[in-house]
């Protein structure tokens, strides 16, 4: 098709109704998981195991002597897991 021809969108950044829905559908899903956080970590018992999981996973040393390459590897994925745990637990309560 000829680039002169060819219809000219007067609001190139208007949402089309499939984006619409799409991003509707997103803030549900992003609703129903804010909630699913809440109801499994908003209470004292929730606190705890996120303390927990950051005395056995993150406040460790990073190296042990004897370690191996992959060990190290695999505790740092263990950590990220728990820092992303709670930053989403954070999030969910409107914290920082």
Do not use: Y
């Not at 997103?26 to 927990?52: C, P, T, W, Y």
């Not at 406040?59 to 897991?81: A, L, S």
């Amino acid at each position: 098709m000829n680039p002169i021809s060819q219809p000219v969108n007067p609001n190139p950044n208007a949402r089309s109704e499939e984006q619409t829905q799409h991003a509707k559908a997103m803030e549900a899903i992003q609703l129903a998981h804010r909630q699913k956080i809440l109801a499994v970590f908003n209470s004292a018992e929730g606190d705890m195991l996120l303390d927990m999981w950051d005395d056995i996973f993150v406040r460790q040393p990073v190296i042990k002597c004897g370690d191996t390459e992959g060990r190290n590897e695999m505790r740092e994925g263990r950590n990220d897991f728990v820092r992303m745990i709670r930053s989403c637990v954070n999030t969910a309560r409107g914290e920082k």
